[in-house]
């Protein structure tokens, strides 16, 4: 069995054109995974409508976060 990965990938929006009511530029998204979107340079966003998405990864910088970060920065306020 495979050992999870304990850090975690988020994406902050930096291009939201075209899609200014799915994204906010500067936000932090989580990330689903989806290797056959990867592979098109696609990323999967849950975005503002609280469903999941593709988008070109090419609109997000992406950080590696401890699974702790992840959770404070992408909790409900």
């Known amino acids: ?3 999870q990965d304990p850090n975690h990938r988020i994406a902050i ?3 939201n054109t075209d899609y200014e009511m799915s994204l906010e ?4 998204y989580p990330i689903l ?3 056959e ?3 098109d340079d696609y990323v999967r966003i849950i975005d503002e ?3 999941d998405y593709l988008f070109p990864a090419s609109r997000f910088v992406f950080l590696t ?3 702790e970060v ?3 920065v992408l909790a409900k306020a």
């Open 37 to 39: 979107a990867e592979r």
């Open 70 to 72: 992840e959770e404070v």
């Open 49 to 51: 409508s609280g469903e």
């Open 25 to 28: 530029r500067r936000k932090v």
């Open 1 to 3: 069995m495979r050992e």
């Open 13 to 15: 929006c930096v291009d």
């Open 33 to 35: 995974p989806d290797p």
């Open 65 to 67: 976060v401890p699974t």
